[in-house]
C-alpha cells in the first residue's frame, strides 16, 4: 500500500491483492464509482455501487470500524473521486491501483454475466 499525506488526509493506494485479502478479513468497504452497465455486467463481489456522476463523499459511510477503498475500471476515476472526498473533508479514502482491469488480471474472483442466460455467476478469475 502506498500512502500519502495531502494536508491533514491520508490518501492510500491499495493493490487488488491487498484489497482482496482486507475484503475477505471485513475490514473495508469496497465502492465501485464506475456506470451502473459496468457493475451489472462484472463487479467484485460485495462492492457498493456509487457511480461518479452521483458521486457524494458526505455520503459515504463512517470509517470508524472499515476503511474505504474505492474502485473504477482503471483507477483514474477512482483516484479523482477519492482526491474529492478529501477536499470535502475525508481525512483517510483510499482508491485500487489499475482498477477493475487490475483486479481481473491479477485473477482474482468476480461476480460476472453469464452471456447464455444474462444471470450474475461468480467468475474465479
Request: hydrophobic letters at 40%.
Amino acid at each position: 500500500m502506498k500512502t500519502e499525506h495531502v494536508g491533514e488526509a491520508t490518501f492510500e493506494t491499495w493493490t487488488p491483492e491487498e484489497v482482496f485479502e482486507a475484503c475477505h478479513k471485513g475490514q473495508i468497504v469496497v465502492i465501485d464509482v464506475r456506470t451502473p452497465q459496468e457493475y451489472m455486467f462484472e463487479h467484485i463481489e460485495g462492492a457498493m455501487l456509487m457511480p461518479l456522476p452521483f458521486f457524494k463523499p458526505e455520503m459515504l459511510p463512517g470509517q470508524t470500524d472499515k476503511k474505504i477503498v474505492l474502485h473504477c475500471g482503471s483507477g483514474v476515476r477512482s483516484e479523482k473521486m477519492a482526491r474529492l472526498a478529501m477536499e470535502r473533508g475525508l481525512d483517510r479514502i483510499a482508491h485500487m491501483e489499475g482498477g477493475f482491469g487490475a483486479w481481473k488480471a491479477a485473477k482474482l474472483p468476480y461476480i460476472g454475466t453469464n452471456m447464455a442466460t444474462g444471470a450474475p455467476q461468480k467468475v474465479e478469475g
